[in-house]
């Protein structure tokens, strides 16, 4: 499995960034987030087929993520960006759809997100 990561870059706060990330196989893929110093954290996943999702807490209502499996990529759209949520995002793939990572089997690298103030 193969994960490419893109679509980030530096945005003021209350602006929108995409990530898009090409994921080969069908799995339920996930965002996850680290900023320095601190824990990777659970952002938001769907199912194989998009019939399902999942969010964080601090996330939900302001981000979406969806999946074109005909194009093999899964998307993060988010908006009302602030400045917490500043990291390095990281898309992953895994049989099950959950907001643990360790039930991850696959990563791609990670790309950066910055809110400016």
């Known amino acids: 499995v193969q994960l490419q990561a893109s679509g980030g870059g530096l945005v003021q706060a209350g602006g929108s960034l995409r990530l898009s990330c090409a994921a080969s196989g069908r799995y339920a893929l996930g965002w996850f987030r680290q900023a320095p110093g601190k824990e990777r954290e659970f952002v938001a996943a769907i199912s194989s087929y998009g019939t399902r999702t999942l969010y964080s807490g601090s996330v939900k209502g302001r981000f979406t993520i969806s999946r074109d499996n005909a194009k093999s990529t899964v998307y993060l759209q988010m908006n009302s960006l602030k400045p917490e949520d500043t990291a390095v995002y990281y898309c992953?793939?895994?049989?099950?759809?959950?907001?643990?990572?360790?039930?991850?089997?696959?990563w791609g690298q990670g790309t950066q997100v910055t809110v400016s103030s």
């Open positions: 992953a793939a895994g049989l099950s759809l959950s907001v643990d990572p360790d039930l991850y089997d696959y």
